[in-house]
């Protein structure tokens, strides 16, 4: 050991970061350290570097402040009694006899009292007025800058001017207190450059960060200095060590010094910036030579430090509400897609651009109710359930989870790192394993740091015994999600926890309504079937009683009478059935079963032979494949078809009818053609319709129920149907069922 500092052999690193630095129990020798009684004021504990001011005044412990040093304190006394907890007051310059000027600040925390001196350094600003112009230019200077790096920068070249240190850096802290260097500024080559290096968090320890925010300012003058012991009085020779925080003269941790001496600096001070409380990085000054900073300097600084501080604040601030701005804008149209479908899930990927746009991502999931659909750059369907599936027994922080290098926790993402390295999800349901997930990709990049955080020299202070550039390659990493992503990412889950309520309340308000719809509805179809079809059969019989008796009686126009009402009631019966059928089609069980199609359709014509009267009709029927389907609605739906495609080719000199079929990815086509007498397509939209005709009765029989009936049946199947067709020409009716497992051609 020498000059009072441990050799390296003997400094343990890890010891740093448990190391007392708020009770050192010593000071550094640039001034003296009263340590006073709050009640009476007298003198308790005491460091004092210099003999000659305690041979002039003798020893200051157990008198009061205004009789130690000759009574240069004495103007202070009172101060110092009214010193609120938590402050620290400057009390002027004194000078001390045997001594020279000192600057005097009085401290409190909690109930300890503490007077600091230290010594003025000669040409030093007489007051921190004479720094002002310097200031005020800075603080013009800010307005016009627009990005946080030129802020830093300015405050950089501005401390470096008015400290005179070799280099200043500022420095910023990242997630994980490692810090980058974002702005430097040398006034010499004295010291090389370490502008975008970055530093492991194990440079400043959390206590050291603590303390960071807690003093905004903090001056090693020497790396070399002789600790100055802080002396009790007797009665306090067992008490515990005093708290020094908020003293600039405190001493610091000798691996502290041990850093300094190898990074060649011989005198550091830092300057905090602090974001809304929090510490966002320091300004970090370095001489080559030691050198001391006048206290007014040093209160310059700190200002300057608390406009960068407030600046960094605005602008990161404005930035944020800038990008929430834009991301709410884009979270309103996603919205607007939503609100207005019933499957808001599926219409949230409409929009893919704003999707991804909501979050700056690449690649996007939505995995609700077993389905996965994806958007943009995504890992295949397959891996994106099996993240869904590991990212359900995950622990996670409120229903968000977010990471920026998953194959770090999740080895088997490593397979799909190139596209999704970054993974942001929201879980949109407490009951099934309903996603939506953000992806982002790989970014491999190259840091820079300030000596190898991982080399160990085999040296007890190692690795810090180097400050060289290392590089090093990250990969498997994507470009982090910051709080704007997360914050939109959240708010899109809140929304959509509300549409997911709002849609429930109104099923279950639909639901009551439907009930009574139906009740209504049987209600109706009791009455119909009772009350409508017995008066329609009472007509028709009573004037075929009325033909048979009085036949002879009456003329020809009584007869065209008699029989236009028995063919009216007639009709009216057939409407009351059809519509009777299609009231019952939309409320009737469906049992669907894997049936043969082309079985159907062949018994279905067979049973229609009687309706083509005798005529010579071509039919063309393909192989049909089996479908999961009730047999008893689409038989219903071939009758139709068919029955109409025979009656409308009634006209036709050489009527020909086909029954086709094509396979999709998802479903069956089915389509009856015919060459009858065809429909006007500007029509076509009122063609499945409940009464809708495209031909007058007297041409073509029918209630224009049938086509409505098939609508409501392929439906209910999840089907579509649509029609072609051209006057005189024919008409084709289409309709689909969709597919599935296990259907064959």
């Not at 009791?526 to 048979?548: K, M, N, Q, T």
Request: proline share 5%; with cysteine; hydrophobic share 40%.
């Amino acid at each position: 050991m020498s000059n009072g500092i441990p050799s390296e052999s003997a400094l343990d690193l890890s010891a740093c970061a448990r190391e007392p630095i708020r009770t050192p129990g010593a000071i550094q020798p640039y001034g003296m350290l009263l340590v006073l009684d709050p009640a009476s004021l007298v003198v308790i504990e005491r460091a004092i570097s210099q003999p000659a001011v305690l041979e002039a005044h003798g020893d200051p412990l157990g008198q009061p402040v205004e009789a130690v040093l000759g009574g240069a304190l004495a103007s202070c006394r009172a101060a110092l009694a009214e010193l609120a907890p938590d402050t620290t007051r400057f009390l002027g310059a004194h000078a001390i006899a045997g001594g020279c000027t000192h600057q005097v600040l009085g401290h409190r925390v909690g109930d300890t009292l503490m007077v600091e001196l230290e010594q003025s350094v000669p040409g030093e600003p007489g007051s921190l007025e004479d720094l002002y112009p310097q200031i005020r230019q800075f603080m013009g200077a800010i307005e016009r800058l627009g990005t946080t790096t030129e802020l830093c920068q300015l405050a950089a070249e501005l401390i470096c001017e008015l400290t005179g240190f070799d280099r200043t850096l500022v420095y910023q802290f990242d997630k994980e207190w490692n810090g980058a260097v974002v702005g430097e500024h040398r006034n010499n080559e004295l010291l090389p450059s370490y502008m975008d290096l970055r530093f492991p968090e194990s440079d400043i320890p959390a206590q050291a960060r603590a303390l960071y925010r807690q003093n905004r300012v903090r001056l090693i003058a020497d790396n070399s200095y002789q600790p100055v012991p802080l002396l009790r009085s007797a009665e306090r020779a067992e008490g515990a060590p005093t708290d020094l925080s908020p003293v600039m003269l405190r001493s610091v941790s000798p691996v502290h010094l041990q850093y300094m001496r190898n990074m060649g600096t011989g005198a550091s001070m830092s300057v905090s910036l602090l974001r809304e409380g929090e510490l966002w990085g320091l300004i970090s000054c370095h001489n080559q030579q030691p050198m001391r900073v006048p206290y007014h300097v040093r209160t310059a600084c700190e200002f300057i430090g608390q406009i960068l501080s407030l600046q960094i604040s605005l602008k990161e601030r404005a930035l944020g509400v800038e990008q929430r701005i834009a991301r709410r804008a884009i979270q309103v149209r996603l919205l607007a897609q939503m609100a207005g479908d019933t499957d808001f899930m599926s219409a949230l990927g409409r929009d893919a651009k704003s999707l991804l746009a909501l979050t700056q991502s690449s690649g996007a999931a939505i995995v609700h109710r077993g389905a996965c659909l994806l958007h943009g750059e995504c890992p295949s369907q397959a891996q994106v359930m099996a993240l869904v599936q590991w990212l359900a027994v995950q622990p996670h922080e409120g229903d968000l989870f977010q990471t920026d290098s998953l194959s770090g926790r999740w080895k088997e993402a490593a397979a799909f790192s190139g596209v999704a390295s970054g993974v942001l999800a929201i879980s949109i349901s407490q009951v099934h394993d309903s996603f939506v997930i953000w992806f982002r990709p790989e970014v491999v990049r190259t840091v820079r740091w300030g000596g190898d955080p991982r080399k160990d020299t085999g040296g007890p202070l190692s690795p810090r015994t180097s400050f060289e550039s290392w590089k090093e390659t990250v990969q498997q990493q994507s470009l982090p999600w910051d709080a704007v992503d997360q914050d939109a990412a959240l708010e899109l889950r809140t929304a959509i926890v509300d549409i997911v309520l709002r849609k429930a309340e109104e099923m279950a308000a639909l639901n009551e309504q439907l009930v009574r719809s139906n009740k209504e509805l049987e209600a109706f179809s009791y009455s119909v079937s009772h009350d409508l079809r017995a008066p329609f059969r009472h007509i028709v019989g009573y004037s075929e009683l009325l033909w048979s008796s009085a036949q002879d009686k009456l003329n020809s126009s009584e007869k065209r009478f008699v029989d236009t009402i028995v063919e009216s009631a007639k009709s009216a019966g057939r409407l009351v059935d059809d519509l009777l059928s299609f009231s019952q089609m939309g409320r009737s069980t469906m049992g669907q079963i894997n049936m043969e199609m082309g079985t159907l359709v062949e018994d279905v014509r067979h049973t229609l032979e009687m309706e083509a009267e005798g005529r010579a009709i071509t039919w063309k029927i393909a192989p049909l494949p089996r479908v999961e389907a009730d047999p008893g609605m689409l038989r219903l739906v071939w009758q139709n078809l068919l029955s109409n495609a025979l009656k409308f080719t009634r006209d036709t000199p050489a009527p020909a009818i086909e029954v086709g079929h094509e396979r999709t990815a998802t479903e069956d086509v089915f389509f009856v053609k015919d060459n009858g007498c065809g429909f006007d397509m500007r029509y076509v939209d009122k063609l499945f319709g409940v009464f809708q005709r495209l031909h007058h009765s007297d041409e073509f029989e029918g209630t224009g129920i049938g086509l409505a009936n098939v609508h409501r049946i392929i439906t209910r199947h999840g089907g579509r149907v649509w029609a072609q067709g051209e006057l005189g020409v024919g008409a084709t009716i289409f309709f689909t069922i969709p597919l599935h497992h296990g259907d064959t051609a």
